[in-house]
């Protein structure tokens, strides 16, 4: 873990989102913040629907392009705002910032092989890269993440492979072009547990190797304790509360995070549970544990 | 696509060309009305038209007369026409190749304007240019093949006259050696290039007019299916990783989509068979149409069945033909065959 | 999906079906093409300046007369009133095509929803025969099937009849055959419930939506088939106006006479647009309303 001196890669301010039409919205994130810096590995907890993955795809700038969706306030990420998407953020995608998917099958494109696809992974980082060359550094990043044939792999098709393979190529892909931030959305939880393991373990170390920042989005409590430095809950689209790893598991204060980890024994594998009732002191407002304030307002 | 399921699939292609032949001769023998006296018009004789009778088996029981057709059938013998004079092959063979040609340009530039329409449409969902892809897609469709004849031929042939209305080739233009009566062909072979485009100039307004209501379905069906594969999550991880929009919209996304998109384009082919009719009569085209009408005006029997049976038969192998080639566009199924 | 035996289920708060197709303008105006044209066809008889040039005879002064006030649309070459003669073939247009659907909608629906029940080597003879009719192009069908009658208005019917039923088979044979293995079928089936029964109330009423659609829009195919038959001489014969040999008889005057054949060619686009137009919001409707 670094200094909590280091710069944020991304810091995400007063974020709103409305989805629909300009006059019938619904808003789906009520103004949250949340900051990650330079080699740190962040966590954003919250159950489904709680808009944790559209936190994520606003910060790439993938949802912006829509005219159903509304974004105001925030997102700063490598020097640049991104709040309302466009070049900026785009040319930075697959670069500057990656993303590792739920289900690594079918985030592969079915119809083409995977040599092609690690092609133009490797263009969105260094537009003028001839194939051989290409090729080149898809083999070595294939060996990196331990692919036993890397050319037979660039060779298959997606549905060819094993998903825990494949979790493994898109690995190699979000770090081929060695970027300072990954965004890791629930990652491998369509696969089985012990392959979601071991691929989570191979994630961490290379992160850690390159110094490479992680926001690791996800609902299952037992990875975020390994894996993450600090944690945000996010509940209903409002931030509840943010510390590290250690503070929030010895000492969660929010009601809505002690419901959450009340309920962890009860079920294998650490995942979240939806939890049956909706109590209204999750309503509550939010607790920020000591030395974890946003950048901005610490400055103030 | 291996061998076994092509053989499968040619298997059931017999199956309904055995079924097209049993209802197109049920249809030219129950309708009412002697074919012979049909045939023969009012002033022959009873003797006349006896032996007609004789010589067709008109008189023995329907099962006799298809099994009689069907051993003609084996030997490629599609009877006689009455409005030639020579035996229908003859016919069929003279006057099928330009149909063929029209509808192959035709089909050329359906895929060449429905698929860039579709892209652009589905890229650009929801704005200005989907709008209006989506509506020339809508009139295209919406438009009987000769009504497009009539229309181009009134704007750019006459109002604006850049291209020719009538025929395959100029007056002055000599008519290559007949080699596979595929005009573009035979001048290739006959090594005149003048003449090889002045047929495709010829080409231009019939093949654009056959072509729009496939064009427009094509385009239609374009865009739809993207937009499905729009939704998928290769898609995301696709601009997740900064692949450039015109390449997933020309590559990454367009190749699932032009799966499913490419069996309906056999459809379409199909379509622009009988469509032919409707543009050759508008275009003066020397193909099968005129041929076509007129033996279905002169009650000309075995005219009638040759030719409804030549083009089913055309439209089921190219649907066997489509069928093999989404097996080597898909993967999956390139694959799986394979292995088999 | 509703509970067994519910009416058409599309009806079900059939408020949100009309706001999708009331929200998109190209349904409503699609709508009013339809409506307009519909309302002059019923009312030729008053709306059309010139009823008697349905005849064979019209204004001998005024043949091939380019648009111009009395002829808003110009002449024929008989001097007859193209605005009369469109609205009239208009009318002819519309009563082949409800006769034609009329026919073919219940033919095919019973064939598909047969097939697609029972199975086995009913599923197998129908389906076949099904696809021989879907296996030649539909023009050449109907022409072959001219071939072998006088061209009159019935025959013409007929012919298109003959070669419109299998879709509605094809059709109505996909749902029946996803719906035959629905909870609510094996439940009715478990009841006792007679074949007539699951057929026509159980399993029918899922296949209205898409049958409604695509009877829309094959208002305006029907009537593309039959100007595409008359057009090749194959259809109604003159002086009936019709569309199709409207155009075919105003080419010969091209170009001099060019409102003799774009009239009545745009005049079909428009129709066959109109129902089309309909028919998408239609499907939209439906779809939002699941």
Redesign the interface.
């Known amino acids: 873990m670094l200094a909590p001196s280091a710069e944020p890669v991304l810091t995400i301010r007063d974020l709103r989102l409305g989805f629909g039409t300009r006059r019938h919205q619904t808003e789906v994130l009520h103004g949250i913040s949340l900051h990650v810096r330079a080699g740190e590995k962040v966590a954003l907890v919250g159950e489904s629907g709680s808009g944790k993955s559209v936190t994520a795809r606003l910060a790439m700038g993938l949802l912006q392009e829509s005219p159903r969706t509304h974004a105001i306030g925030s997102i700063r990420f490598d020097g640049i705002e991104a709040i309302s998407g466009g070049r900026e953020i785009a040319r930075r995608r697959g670069n500057r910032v990656a993303m590792i998917f739920q289900d690594p099958t079918s985030a592969l494109n079915p119809t083409f092989r995977i040599r092609g696809q690690f092609r133009d992974v490797l263009r969105s980082g260094d537009r003028s890269i001839r194939d051989d060359e290409a090729d080149r550094r898809a083999e070595a990043a294939l060996a990196e993440v331990s692919i036993p044939d890397p050319k037979r792999a660039l060779d298959s098709y997606a549905f060819q492979l094993s998903g825990g393979m494949n979790q493994r190529v898109m690995i190699a892909m979000a770090l081929a072009n060695r970027p300072a931030l990954l965004m890791a959305d629930e990652p491998g939880t369509a696969l089985d547990v012990t392959v979601q393991a071991q691929t989570l373990g191979l994630m961490h170390e290379l992160t850690e190797r390159r110094g490479t920042a992680v926001l690791l989005i996800s609902h299952n409590l037992g990875v975020v304790r390994e894996f993450a430095d600090r944690v945000y809950v996010i509940y209903r689209g409002r931030m509840v509360e943010h510390g590290t790893t250690a503070q929030l598991f010895r000492d969660p204060r929010h009601p809505y995070t002690r419901a959450l980890l009340a309920a962890i024994p009860k079920i294998s594998g650490g995942g979240l549970p939806d939890l049956p009732e909706r109590s209204p002191d999750f309503d509550q407002p939010m607790v920020v544990h000591e030395g974890c304030g946003e950048p901005a307002e610490r400055r103030s | 696509m291996n061998w076994t399921s092509i053989g499968k699939r040619l298997g059931a292609a017999l ?2 060309m055995i ?2 032949s ?3 001769f049920a ?2 023998r129950v ?1 009412p ?1 002697d074919p012979a006296r049909i045939a023969l018009g009012p002033n022959a004789t009873a003797e006349q038209v006896a032996a007609l009778r004789a010589e067709r088996h008109l008189d023995a029981p329907l099962p006799v007369q298809y099994f009689e057709f069907l051993k003609a059938l084996s030997r490629g013998d599609l009877g006689k026409s009455l409005y030639t004079n020579r035996p229908v092959t003859t016919d069929i063979a003279q006057f099928l190749p330009a149909t063929l040609e029209l509808c192959i340009v035709s089909a050329i530039v359906m895929v060449l304007l429905g698929l860039p329409i579709g892209i652009l449409s589905a890229h650009f969902r929801g704005r200005m240019p989907d709008h209006l892809g989506r509506l020339v897609a ?2 295209a ?7 497009w004849g ?2 181009l ?2 704007f750019f ?3 604006w006259p850049i291209f020719p209305i009538e025929g395959q080739l100029m007056q002055s233009t000599p008519v290559p050696p007949h080699v596979t009566g595929f005009l573009l062909i035979d001048t290739l072979v006959a090594g005149n290039g003048a003449a090889f485009l002045d047929a495709l100039y010829h080409l231009v307004l019939p093949a654009t007019a056959l072509a729009m209501s496939g064009l427009g379905q094509c385009a239609r069906l374009t865009r739809s299916n993207m937009i499905e594969v729009y939704d998928k999550p290769y898609v995301e991880m696709e601009r997740a990783y900064g692949f450039r929009p015109f390449r997933i919209a020309t590559r990454y996304a367009f190749r699932p989509a032009f799966i499913p998109t490419l069996t309906i384009l056999g459809l379409e082919f ?2 622009m ?3 032919a ?2 543009v050759e ?2 275009f003066g085209w020397p193909g099968l149409s005129r041929y ?2 007129e ?3 002169r ?1 000309d029997l075995d005219a ?1 069945v040759g ?2 049976l030549i ?2 038969a055309a ?2 192998i190219m649907n066997i033909l489509v069928d093999i080639l989404v097996g080597v566009v898909n993967p999956r199924i390139r694959l799986a065959a394979g292995r088999g | 999906m509703s509970e067994p035996g519910s009416p058409v289920v599309a009806r079900r708060g059939g408020s949100r079906a009309v706001a999708a197709f009331v929200g998109n303008p190209l349904s409503v105006l699609g709508l009013a093409i339809v409506v307009v044209i519909v309302l002059l066809a019923v009312f030729a008889d008053f709306v059309t300046p010139f009823p008697d040039h349905v005849g064979p005879i019209g204004d001998f002064a005024a043949m091939s007369a380019p648009p111009a006030s009395p002829y808003m649309l110009g002449t024929d070459a008989m001097g007859r009133d193209l605005f009369t003669r469109i609205v009239y073939g208009y009318r002819l247009s519309l009563i082949m095509a409800v006769v034609v659907l009329a026919i073919a909608t219940p033919v095919g629906v019973i064939v598909g929803l047969v097939a697609g029940y029972k199975g086995g080597w009913t599923d197998y003879i129908l389906m ?2 099904t ?3 879907l ?7 109907a ?7 006088e061209p009159t208005l019935m025959n013409g019917m007929l012919a298109i009849t003959a070669m419109w039923w299998p879709w509605y088979a094809r059709l109505v044979y996909n749902v029946t055959r996803a719906e035959a293995q629905e909870g609510y079928v094996l439940a009715a089936e478990t009841v006792g419930a007679s074949t007539l029964h699951i057929l026509f109330r159980e399993i029918l009423p899922n296949c209205w939506p898409s049958i409604l659609t695509k009877m829309t829009l094959d208002v ?1 195919f029907v009537i ?1 088939m039959a ?2 038959l008359s ?4 259809g109604v014969q003159p002086p009936t106006p019709d569309l ?1 040999s409207m ?2 008889e ?2 010969k005057y ?2 001099d006479g ?1 409102w003799l ?2 009239w009545p ?2 005049a ?2 428009l129709v ?2 109109g129902f ?2 309909v028919g ?1 919001g239609l499907r939209e409707a439906f779809e939002a309303e699941n």
């Open positions: 199956v309904v079924g097209i049993m209802l197109i249809i030219a309708m009305g809508l009139i469709v919406c438009t009987p093949a000769f009504v009539v229309i031929q009134l042939g006459y109002f199909a379509a068979l009988g469509n009719f409707l009569k508008v076509g009408v033996v279905i005006i009650k009638i030719t409804v083009i089913a439209f089921l | 076949r025969i696809d021989v009719f296996a030649v192009p539909p023009l050449v069908l022409m072959a099937i001219m071939g072998f009658l305006g593309l100007s595409s057009f090749l001489g194959l199709g155009v075919a105003g080419a091209m170009p060019w054949s774009l060619a745009l079909i686009l066959v647009l089309n137009l998408d």
